[in-house]
């Protein structure tokens, strides 16, 4: 079973930045899809960005397009969101999730079978 771990949240001012990493815990996830979730108080968990397990081809939601940036260093089994600009309305846990090895990228949450545990990231305004 692979568990993910997630860290980087806090509580920043609006127009801040923080930045998260994900590593597995005992496992390399080298070829393993990876993805970014957020789940805001009241909300139903949505897509953030995700990544494919080369590095290649991010995929963004529109709300973080041009804003967030996923990116994962293989050698160092880390997955990372950077985030430049925050908005209040992008408060919410942010959980990291993974595919199964060698499958293709998805913004469906029902497609990941691993997760972390969710990092808090709160923004003020």
């Known amino acids: 079973q692979v568990q993910l771990v997630e860290s980087g949240g806090g509580l920043v001012q609006a127009g801040g930045s923080l930045e998260l990493s994900c590593a597995p815990s005992?496992?390399?996830?080298?070829?393993?899809?990876m993805a970014w979730f957020r789940q805001a108080p009241g909300k139903e968990r949505e897509f953030v960005a995700a990544?494919?397990?080369?590095?290649?081809?991010?995929t963004y939601a529109d709300s973080v397009k041009g804003r967030f940036t996923i990116s994962r260093d293989n050698a160092k089994n880390t997955m990372y969101l950077q985030m430049p600009n925050l908005l209040p309305e992008d408060t919410a846990v942010y959980y990291c999730?993974?595919?199964?090895?060698?499958?293709?990228?998805?913004?469906?949450?029902?497609?990941?079978?691993?997760w972390g545990q969710g990092t808090q990231v709160t923004v003020s305004s």
């Open positions: 990544v494919s397990w080369t590095g290649s081809s991010p």
């Open positions: 999730a993974g595919r199964r090895p060698n499958s293709s990228g998805s913004r469906y949450s029902s497609d990941y079978p691993y």
């Open positions: 005992g496992r390399t996830f080298s070829k393993y899809p």
